[in-house]
């Protein structure tokens, strides 16, 4: 077995933050908020779907995608479409992949690159670069290394489990493995979802934490990172610059869940029960289904405060008044 170990340091800014996380992460998994909210699970989900495809230029939004994974008709570009279900199948076999098994990452790149690339599941055969623009800024290792790199780079994750922190060894992968470029596609997707992975081997919470959508907030950064580790040789900007993403992530985690307990609330816990998810409602047919007169009435102390806790959306955010608008619970 190979003895390679990826060049990184830990920091006293890392120590900080993996115990920030790690505080955040027991706050959130011994109130069970993720586990008891399915919605909440699922809408964070489809967030990170739609944030990692968004970070390589798919260009269907939020509402497009959760209409494809809900197999509703959506017109646009058939590879993109295609690529979101492809994501949604990858992202639901989180819990079955074994972070240390090459098997299962070319299995799990054959599921996210379905009729998408042609080798795929397969690693390159050929010289890969990354290009901004027409200029080349980083040449990829040859394709006859990547065999023995990705080798090296999964045994040093078997040899170091319960050594190297979970939160550490992710983002020591996720840049590796951007660094080697196994595939001729969809290695950012899939550096991002196998730092999910171990991450979930740690804590289960993370499969429902979208953590690709804080990337994708910060991309300019994310690539700026991987940049620099590039020019210096180890991996310590893209190591802090992860953690951090998740320790904001878990931020607009906990306030999600506490956005969720609002629901206690008379008026919205029962219009909330009378809707069901992702299908849209006018406000004349959850009048109907609440058993209420008066508009006025609906407005004031059921869709507005539902609107504002984000409990629910419009449809038309742009013309909230248009005889069109329909509202959808979340």
């Not at 197999?71 to 994501?87: F, M, S």
Request: proline content about 4%.
């Amino acid at each position: 077995m190979s003895d390679y170990v990826p060049p990184y340091t830990i920091s006293n800014k890392m120590l900080e933050l993996v115990s920030s996380i790690s505080e955040k992460v027991g706050k959130i998994g011994g109130h069970r908020e993720l586990e008891s909210k399915p919605h909440l699970r699922r809408n964070n989900q489809i967030r990170s779907i739609h944030s990692s495809l968004r970070i390589e230029a798919n260009s269907l939004s939020l509402n497009e995608v959760r209409d494809v994974i809900n197999g509703h008709l959506v017109i646009g570009d058939q590879k993109e479409i295609q690529e979101v279900k492809n994501a949604h199948r990858a992202y639901e076999k989180i819990s079955e992949i074994a972070p240390t098994s090459i098997k299962d990452l070319k299995a799990v790149h054959k599921i996210m690159t379905y009729l998408t690339v042609e080798s795929s599941g397969h690693f390159r055969k050929s010289g890969e670069g990354v290009f901004a623009g027409d200029k080349c800024i980083f040449v990829c290792p040859p394709p006859n290394m990547v065999n023995n790199l990705i080798t090296d780079l999964f045994s040093w994750m078997k040899r170091s489990a319960g050594k190297v922190h979970p939160l550490i060894m992710a983002a020591v992968f996720h840049y590796e493995f951007v660094f080697i470029h196994p595939f001729t596609d969809g290695n950012g997707r899939m550096a991002r979802l196998w730092h999910t992975v171990i991450l979930c081997k740690w804590r289960e919470s993370f499969a429902y934490i979208p953590l690709e959508s804080q990337i994708e907030k910060n991309q300019e950064g994310y690539y700026r990172a991987i940049s620099q580790c590039h020019s210096k040789g180890n991996s310590n900007i893209f190591i802090e610059f992860m953690l951090e993403m998740i320790d904001q992530v878990l931020d607009e985690v906990m306030l999600q869940i506490d956005k969720t307990k609002a629901e206690t609330s008379q008026y919205i816990k029962r219009m909330l029960d009378c809707m069901e998810y992702d299908l849209p409602y006018t406000a004349n047919e959850i009048m109907e289904r609440l058993g209420l007169k008066s508009k006025e009435t609906l407005r004031k102390n059921y869709l507005n405060p539902a609107l504002k806790l984000g409990l629910i959306a419009m449809t038309l955010p742009d013309t909230p008044k248009s005889k069109n608008q329909r509202y959808v619970k979340r």
